[in-house]
């Protein structure tokens, strides 16, 4: 199957800092990439859908400023979280249609925690 | 409004046990149907999936999957739970490029 990776895997920032998280399609090309954030024992929330060479989709509710999402090339999507606050905490999760555009595959997640 | 429901938060089976960790879909049209597994502190892994076919779908680790349409059901079931399998389980239904996740089922296996 595609494989999906995710850097960092942890992150410890404080209040105030920004934080960049890297989403890669290690062996296809990803014109989609899709960014989901997770609380504890809770199930995936997508916040946004990345478009290689455009600007990316939020979901309502999910601050654009606030998460920043570049989709430079065909396998790296990045997000931002600008002037992280402790209520950004959680668990960061990208995904990516694999070849045939059937299956999302998933990377490994960032924890973020914002002290 | 499509939606996906998983109506047990927790199950519990003993080692060696069938399991069943069940999903109902409210999906208009014909979705194609997931599950994954996510392990502590991971992403979620694929186990299987139905997109047309046999209603019965095989996936990996021994688990497999029915496809009920007249009662809009993909259970998630495996003849022999073993303890590495507990873990959270999410079933998930994919519509054109819209992916609706259920709410997840963690399930414990009891050695």
């Known amino acids: 199957g595609a494989v999906v990776s995710q850097h960092p895997s942890w992150v410890i920032c404080k209040s105030g800092t920004s934080v960049k998280i890297e989403c890669r399609s290690l062996?296809?090309?990803?014109?989609?990439m899709f960014w989901y954030r997770q609380f504890p024992k809770q199930s995936l929330m997508l916040m946004a859908t990345?478009?290689?060479?455009?600007?990316?989709?939020?979901e309502q509710g999910v601050e654009k400023d606030k998460f920043l999402i570049n989709h430079a090339s065909l396998t790296l999507s990045t997000l931002t979280v600008t002037s992280a606050h402790p209520e950004d905490s959680s668990f960061y999760i990208c995904?990516?249609?694999?070849?045939?555009?059937?299956?999302?595959?998933f990377g490994p997640g960032t924890r973020l925690l914002v002290l | 409004a499509q939606s996906v429901a998983q109506p047990e938060d927790q199950v519990n089976v003993a080692e060696g046990n069938p399991l069943t960790v069940k999903c109902t879909y409210s999906?208009?049209?014909?979705?194609?149907l997931f599950w994954y597994v996510q392990y502590p502190n991971r992403g979620l892994q694929f186990l299987l999936k139905?997109?047309?076919?046999?209603?019965l779908v095989k996936g990996s680790y021994g688990f497999e999957a029915e496809f009920n349409k007249s009662q809009t059901s993909f259970h998630l079931k495996k003849p022999s739970a073993l303890v590495s399998d507990s873990a959270l389980y999410f079933c998930?239904?994919?519509?054109?490029?819209?992916?609706?996740f259920g709410t997840g089922t963690s399930l414990t296996v009891i050695p």
């Open positions: 995904s990516a249609y694999g070849q045939g555009g059937e299956t999302q595959y």
């Open positions: 062996d296809f090309q990803a014109t989609t």
């Open positions: 990345s478009n290689e060479g455009s600007k990316a989709t939020y």
């Open positions: 999906v208009s049209g014909n979705p194609y």
């Open positions: 139905y997109i047309t076919g046999d209603n």
């Open positions: 998930a239904v994919t519509l054109g490029n819209q992916f609706y």
